[in-house]
Nanobody, 127 residues
Framework: QAQLVESGGGLVQAGGSLRLSCAAS????????MGWFRQALGKEREFVSA????????DYADSVKGRFTISRDNAKNMVYLQMNSLKPEDTAVYFC????????????????????WGQGTQVTVSS
């Protein structure tokens, strides 16, 4: 059974940093594209960042570009999201997702097309 488990969320002051982790297991292979998404209270889920299976290509939402960095360690089946210069508007539940198709991986993840989703981890940024 495929599984994605996020961790690393918490409460941080504005300007601070957090590192989210996503552990993949089961059918999720290192060739899968991976993405991070978030959903704030009362809002729709939105794309945050994506990375291809090889790690060669990444993409970011404009709202986090320059502050967040996505990375992966295929040997450990882990994906990370380093979040710096956090703002109160970054407060949300953050989800990771896996996309199995090797074609247009970034495009699909940007459009929230994924095969597997994690349960999410809460990030709260206080002002």
């Amino acid at each position: 059974q495929a599984q994605l488990v996020e961790s690393g969320g918490g409460l941080v002051q504005a300007g601070g940093s957090l590192r989210l982790s996503c552990a993949a297991s089961g059918r999720i292979f290192s060739t899968y594209g991976m993405g991070w998404f978030r959903q704030a209270l009362g809002k729709e889920r939105e794309f945050v960042s994506a990375i291809t299976g090889s790690g060669d290509n990444t993409d970011y939402a404009d709202s986090v570009k320059g502050r967040f960095t996505i990375s992966r360690d295929n040997a450990k089946n882990m994906v990370y999201l380093q979040m710096n210069s956090l703002k109160p508007e970054d407060t949300a539940v953050y989800f990771c997702a896996a996309q199995s198709s090797p074609y247009d991986t970034i495009y699909q993840l940007r459009n929230e097309i994924a095969d597997y989703w994690g349960q999410g981890t809460q990030v709260t940024v206080s002002s």
